[in-house]
Protein backbone atom coordinates (compact mmCIF):
# COMPACT_ATOMS: atom_id res chain seq x y z
CA UNK A 1 0.00 0.00 0.00
CA UNK A 2 2.73 2.13 0.19
CA UNK A 3 4.11 3.95 -2.76
CA UNK A 4 7.75 4.71 -1.70
CA UNK A 5 10.54 2.52 1.04
CA UNK A 6 13.78 4.27 2.08
CA UNK A 7 16.63 2.58 3.69
CA UNK A 8 18.82 4.43 5.35
CA UNK A 9 21.47 3.97 8.57
CA UNK A 10 20.93 6.82 11.46
CA UNK A 11 24.02 8.43 11.96
CA UNK A 12 25.00 7.50 15.55
CA UNK A 13 25.40 4.03 13.76
CA UNK A 14 27.26 5.37 10.03
CA UNK A 15 30.63 4.45 11.62
CA UNK A 16 30.06 0.63 11.98
CA UNK A 17 27.09 0.59 10.03
CA UNK A 18 24.94 -2.03 11.94
CA UNK A 19 21.66 -0.27 12.06
CA UNK A 20 19.16 0.19 9.21
CA UNK A 21 15.57 2.27 9.36
CA UNK A 22 13.19 1.33 6.73
CA UNK A 23 10.46 3.98 6.15
CA UNK A 24 7.57 3.73 4.59
CA UNK A 25 5.62 6.41 2.66
CA UNK A 26 1.24 6.44 2.57
CA UNK A 27 -1.00 8.38 0.41
CA UNK A 28 -3.05 10.15 2.89
CA UNK A 29 -5.65 10.12 0.14
CA UNK A 30 -6.46 6.18 0.56
CA UNK A 31 -5.79 6.97 4.72
CA UNK A 32 -9.05 9.70 4.21
CA UNK A 33 -11.60 6.41 3.21
CA UNK A 34 -9.85 3.70 5.29
CA UNK A 35 -11.70 2.38 8.37
CA UNK A 36 -8.72 2.32 10.36
CA UNK A 37 -7.65 5.45 10.31
CA UNK A 38 -8.39 6.09 14.24
CA UNK A 39 -5.08 6.52 15.65
CA UNK A 40 -3.07 6.14 12.46
CA UNK A 41 -4.37 8.93 10.44
CA UNK A 42 -4.61 12.69 12.08
CA UNK A 43 -7.00 14.85 9.72
CA UNK A 44 -5.38 17.51 7.99
CA UNK A 45 -2.06 15.89 7.79
CA UNK A 46 0.02 16.22 4.53
CA UNK A 47 2.13 13.23 4.18
CA UNK A 48 1.75 9.32 6.82
CA UNK A 49 4.69 7.59 7.24
CA UNK A 50 6.13 4.59 9.35
CA UNK A 51 9.42 3.46 10.36
CA UNK A 52 10.82 0.10 10.84
CA UNK A 53 14.26 -0.49 12.81
CA UNK A 54 15.99 -3.50 11.44
CA UNK A 55 17.88 -5.49 14.08
CA UNK A 56 21.50 -6.16 14.25
CA UNK A 57 22.61 -9.24 14.69
CA UNK A 58 23.65 -9.07 18.72
CA UNK A 59 20.01 -7.72 18.90
CA UNK A 60 18.32 -10.81 17.35
CA UNK A 61 20.37 -13.44 19.41
CA UNK A 62 19.07 -11.41 22.99
CA UNK A 63 15.19 -11.51 21.36
CA UNK A 64 16.09 -15.22 20.90
CA UNK A 65 17.16 -15.74 24.77
CA UNK A 66 14.42 -13.78 25.81
CA UNK A 67 12.12 -16.20 24.14
CA UNK A 68 13.66 -19.27 25.35
CA UNK A 69 12.13 -21.08 28.44
CA UNK A 70 15.53 -20.76 30.79
CA UNK A 71 14.54 -16.77 30.27
CA UNK A 72 11.18 -17.16 31.29
CA UNK A 73 11.45 -19.75 34.32
CA UNK A 74 14.06 -17.90 35.59
CA UNK A 75 12.51 -15.04 38.23
CA UNK A 76 15.74 -13.58 38.19
CA UNK A 77 15.48 -12.61 34.59
CA UNK A 78 11.71 -10.91 34.80
CA UNK A 79 11.05 -7.48 34.74
CA UNK A 80 9.97 -6.12 38.10
Avoid: W
Avoid at 51 to 72: D, G, L, N, P
Amino acid sequence: MSFKKTSSSPKKHAKDSTGTIESYFFDVEKCKGCHLKVGCYKEGSKTKSYSVTIKHHMHEEQAAFQESEYFKENPRNATR
